[in-house]
């Protein structure tokens, strides 16, 4: 079997995928002319031409301006329905997807609106392709704490349905500690924890995500390297890293797909897994990010297999259905 076969079948968890982040060219343009939403650009492709970016901001601007075309139950729907019907051709069985619910409640969008869809195409994928997705609702950190306060205090209705909390959105300037006392709250209601932290922020910030915010897993985390005891503290805690190669190359994080480090994070032994974040912005879902590796990196099978593996380790699936894939 060739490399890219063995990518291919194996199966594998996605941890770090933004759902606003897959809404493809097409999809946007559809619905910006369902709702007459007007958009800067003349056709589908001139959409996916502007996706060069040169560093983090300069993707949400385009990312949040993107996400302006969401606006009924069945938008949010068909967002997530393409997003696991492409985990389905891709092996993915499971996954846990982002969702930055200010990103909408700020447009006057409500929370029953974009949940009922996210829902609705989660539980389909549930029963027609057997992928079992998780929500970790995600604060934009550029925005005040009180906003993440009321946002926690909006989602009330669907504790159930959320796994997990996170943290995205501008890094540099807002560090884990603005939000110590939301997060803090969100773990007496029982959530998991995930932060982004030390993707274009240092290696404090990664440190300040684990004693301040008490992670369950950093999102990025790839300028770790920067601080050997921090390097050291990860091996040995085994806090997982959720890495995305092609993000980290698209919003020059890196210069070369062959300067990036998740290989030596592996051989280290952090607990590293791929993922692909943004993948309609970013050129690739999370087969073309193991492609990507392997093309670059020479990354062979049994890489995969760990990386494979790390990603159900790193999950918050149960430790039975962990079991099935490790
Ligand atoms: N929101 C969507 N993608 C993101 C990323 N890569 N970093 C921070 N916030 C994001
Ligand atoms: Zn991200």
Request: glycine share 4%; hydrophobic share 40%.
């Amino acid at each position: 079997m060739s490399l890219i076969d063995t990518i291919k079948k194996t199966p594998k968890a996605e941890l770090h995928l933004h759902i606003e982040g897959s809404l493809t060219p097409e999809l946007m343009w559809d619905l910006a002319a369902k709702h007459s939403v007007s958009l800067p650009y003349n056709s589908v492709e001139e959409i996916a031409a502007a996706y060069n970016f040169s560093d983090l901001q300069s993707f949400l601007d385009l990312y949040y301006a993107g996400a302006g075309v969401l606006i009924d139950e069945d938008d949010f729907y068909q967002l997530m329905w393409a997003y696991l019907s492409r985990c389905h051709e891709e092996n993915i069985v499971h996954t846990e997807i982002m969702f930055d619910p200010q990103t909408h409640t700020e447009r006057g969008i409500e929370f029953a609106t974009f949940m009922a869809g996210f829902l609705r195409a989660m539980k389909d994928a549930e029963e027609q392709f057997g992928i079992s997705s998780y929500l970790i609702m995600s604060f934009l950190r550029h925005l005040p704490e009180s906003s993440a306060f009321a946002t926690l205090e909006q989602a009330k209705p669907y504790f159930s349905d959320i796994h997990a909390v996170g943290l995205d959105s501008s890094e540099l300037g807002h560090p884990p500690s603005k939000f110590e006392r939301v997060f803090k709250q969100a773990k007496q209601h029982g959530f998991k924890i995930v932060a982004h932290a030390g993707e274009e922020g240092p290696a404090s910030y990664i440190w300040e995500a684990i004693n301040l915010l008490e992670v369950d897993r950093i999102d990025h985390g790839v300028r770790c390297q920067e601080d050997a005891e921090l390097m050291t503290y990860l091996k040995e805690k085994q806090i997982p890293l959720t890495v995305c190669p092609l993000s980290n190359l698209k919003l020059c994080v890196i210069d070369d797909m062959k300067q990036h480090n998740i290989l030596t994070l592996l051989e280290e032994g952090l607990l590293v897994t791929v993922n692909s974040d943004d993948p309609t912005y970013f050129g690739g879902f999370l087969n073309d990010n193991f492609i990507a590796l392997s093309e670059s990196l020479g990354i062979n099978e049994e890489h995969v297999k760990a990386l494979a593996k790390n990603s159900f380790i790193a999950s918050f699936l149960p430790e039975d259905k962990k079991r099935q894939y490790i």
